[in-house]
């Protein structure tokens, strides 16, 4: 929300940040990512300032335009350095910039793109992520992917701060409401709450009020503007963080983001019930710098230091208005289509998620608001959004954007750009035209069996007729690429989590064509009944992502990851993959088939596998992930490892023997960074707990084996290793 008003919150007057800039202007170690709009570097506030592009779906520069203007300005709340128009407050540290909005497109950031930024920026080293924006929600719930990547930041020490969201209502958006998040709401000078900004119960544990109005920062086409929102609010939180973060470095400390959240949360201030009786509507309370400093470095009391913001006047037009000086606004009462002055995009677009209830085709209405304790059904500076499922918007000055982007320039592939996923084959036409095409090449088909018709058939026998071609029936698409795979090349080939595609492979280099006939061959054995041998249930994909999306026929846009060589490529049936593995374990050990562990280890191999299928299910894109996809496809580690686990056991308080392999049963699945790896090689322990549901005094039993996934193809190291450890 832009906003008009003749007060601009000062920022370096925000009671307690001037003494904290007093130690610290931020430590340069300390990395805050973020996921927002494109940003404009070159801006003047930017110059000295340590920030990093990370690559992502959105490869387009910084423009003008509504998601450059988000991105830029949350960026310079964080990053503007001292001496230029826009005095962030963690300028000394390091920035990570991933893009996540386009403006290039209409439409919404997907939880599973948010997920996929979100394990990105912790790959590149983030301390703290910045999201202003989200998704309104009925409760908690999200993207089993985005949970998994906001679990992925608090098991590795990375702190999600995101914006509550500007809906005005008892609500909650994701990520926000996410556990170990910490929420950020939006307040005035006077330290009340916005009626705007969002007060879900979940908040009430994990959100904190901040600076909301009038806060000034860099507009992407140059110069300043003023907003309001709890996406502005937002990154005075992170920027608050990262410098607490930098005194923990400074006092020889290792950065706590979790705990510097757990003083903030403690630390903050209530609000007094004679100034607002609906006292939920602050959340856990305000922000209180000095408490949460006395918290972080004495682990004392919470220092109470109330003190009103100070306010700048206004220039006389502080906002920088678009091309136009117009922007598009929906009336909430007629539906026209008006145009209205509009110093710059409003801060209030996720709102109108809150009350739009048409698809993408149908126009919106929306909920916005003028002051901040008002809302209306038509302030001059709104914009309105549509709104589609599972979609992440920004919580500031617009609707997220989505769309087709122009492919970038490939990258020098570090290791944070491989892909070993695990999943089903798909393809795709991406438009009609494409799709209609292959209608034209491919042959008439027999009604019995789908065969192609020769073109020297004279008559079909009785009962048997020519049917039309249908491109999207696999096993026509099959039989027609068997004698022309270089038509490969003209599907977009799709790797799939159940239904929803998640890559889009492109073969590459000197062994493409060997990658596509190895991808016809996957398609030809998913299309076989269960029942036959050939029958092909799992797919594993090994990678390197490019940076560039490939929009389908659906309007989905995917990530495409380039395959180079079929190495890593395979294609398997569950039970196959686990006859095989006994069948070497049979050897191997000089075990019969109808041994008791043989028995046990199917058991437990399909227990394994339909774990990290299932539960355990992910992107293939951190290492950790990567290294528990490569264990689901070399599952004769685990199998080797397992064998002896299942050994023999005198049973406790008696003289006889009994054989774990009656009761022991996979309990976890555990991955650590691991202590012993080769030089420049990412390794990581895979740790499988055992436990036997029948004998709660037997002690549980750890299976570890270690996995380098450094290389596009990776590889175990060494022999499994076995212990016992207490139940």
């Known amino acids: 929300m832009a906003d008009t008003q003749t007060n601009v919150i000062n920022i ?20 805050v990512a973020i996921l927002d709009g494109p940003v404009n570097q070159s801006h003047p506030c930017f110059d000295g300032a340590k920030l990093t592009r990370v690559q992502s779906m959105i490869s387009e520069t910084a423009s003008t335009r509504l998601m450059s203007s988000h991105g830029t300005h949350i960026t310079s709340i964080i990053f503007g350095q001292p001496s230029s128009e826009v ?4 300028s000394a540290c390091r920035g990570l910039i991933v893009p996540v909005f386009s403006d290039a497109r209409r439409g919404s950031l997907s939880q599973l793109d948010l997920a996929r930024a979100i394990n990105q920026a912790v790959e590149q080293g983030a301390h703290v992520i ?5 998704q309104l929600v009925q409760a908690t719930e ?3 992917m985005l949970a998994k990547a906001v679990k992925f930041c608090n098991d590795n020490g990375v702190l999600i701060v995101a914006a509550a969201g500007n809906d005005g209502c008892q609500c909650l958006h994701v990520p926000a409401a996410l556990p170990s998040v910490l929420a950020v709401g939006a307040m005035n000078a006077q330290g009340l709450p916005f009626d705007f900004s969002n007060w879900g119960e979940t908040y009430q544990t994990q959100g904190i009020l901040a600076p909301g109005k009038n806060i000034q920062g860099a507009e992407s086409g140059g110069g300043t503007a003023l907003k309001s929102g709890t996406s502005f609010a937002t ?10 973060l930098s005194v923990q470095m400074q006092r020889g400390e290792k950065p706590d983001p979790q705990a510097v959240r757990k003083a903030l949360l403690k630390s903050a201030l209530p609000c007094q019930p004679e100034t607002i009786p609906e006292k939920h509507r602050c959340l856990a309370g305000r922000l209180n710098i000095p408490g949460a400093y006395a918290l972080i470095t004495q682990g004392g009391q919470t220092v109470v230091f109330e003190e009103k913001l100070a306010t700048l006047p206004s220039e006389a037009n502080p906002l920088n208005q678009n091309e136009s000086g117009v922007f598009p606004l929906l009336s909430s009462e007629t539906n026209d289509l008006i145009e209205q002055p509009a110093p710059h995009p409003s801060a209030v677009g996720v709102q109108a998620a809150a009350v739009a209830t048409t698809s993408e085709s149908s126009p919106p209405t929306t909920l916005t608001l003028t002051s901040e304790n008002t809302m209306t059904d038509m302030p001059s500076n709104a914009v309105a959004l549509s709104v589609t499922p599972s979609n992440i918007q920004p919580s500031g000055n617009c609707g997220c954007a989505g769309g087709q982007v122009a492919p970038s320039v490939q990258p020098s592939y570090p290791n944070q750009s491989l892909i070993y996923a695990i999943g089903t084959l798909g393809y795709d036409f991406g ?6 095409t292959f209608k034209q090449l491919m042959p008439l088909v027999r009604s019995d069996n789908l065969e192609p018709i020769l073109p020297e058939t004279t008559s079909l026998p009785n009962g048997v007729f020519a049917i039309p071609p249908n491109p999207y029936d696999a096993r026509q698409m099959r039989n027609y690429l068997e004698n022309n ?6 599907l977009i080939w799709t790797l799939n989590l159940e239904l929803t595609p998640i890559y889009a492979i492109e073969p590459q280099g000197s062994f493409a064509f060997q990658v596509y006939e190895l991808l016809r061959e996957f398609l030809a054995g998913q299309i076989l009944d269960a029942s036959e041998a050939e029958y092909i249930e799992r797919i594993s994909i090994p990678g390197i992502s490019t940076g560039r999306t490939v929009r389908l026929f659906s309007g989905q846009v995917v990530p495409i990851i380039e395959v180079t060589n079929t190495r890593g490529m395979y294609g398997w049936k569950v039970n196959n993959l686990i006859e095989s593995v006994l069948a070497a374990v049979v050897s191997n050990e000089n075990l019969r088939q109808n041994d008791e562990r043989i028995l046990k280890i199917r058991y437990s191999l399909e227990n394994f596998l339909q774990r990290i299928y299932y539960d355990l299910r992910n992107l293939g894109q951190t290492s950790q992930e990567r290294a528990l996809n490569y264990s689901a496809t070399n599952a004769f580690q685990y199998a080797s490892g397992l064998i002896n686990v299942l050994r023999d056991q005198r049973r406790p308080r008696t003289g006889t023997n009994t054989p774990q392999a009656e009761t022991m049963q996979l309990d976890s699945i555990e991955l650590e960074k691991s202590p012993f790896c080769r030089m420049d090689s990412d390794c990581w322990d895979i740790k499988l707990k055992f436990f036997d549901p029948e004998n709660n005094e037997r002690a549980k039993k750890v299976l570890r084996y270690t996995v380098d996934v450094s290389d596009i193809m990776p590889v175990t190291l060494g022999e499994p290793k076995i212990w016992d450890v207490a139940y």
């Open 12 to 31: 370096s007057k925000i009671p307690g940040l001037d003494k904290l800039w007093s130690e610290t202007k931020g430590d340069s170690q300390i990395c």
């Open 87 to 90: 005095r962030g407050i963690a």
């Open 130 to 134: 910045n999201i202003s924006g989200g």
């Open 142 to 144: 999200a993207d089993p």
């Open 235 to 244: 990154p005075i939180i992170s920027g608050i963080v990262a410098l607490l």
């Open 431 to 436: 438009t009609e035209a494409r799709r209609d």
């Open 485 to 490: 795979l270089s038509e490969s090349k003209s």
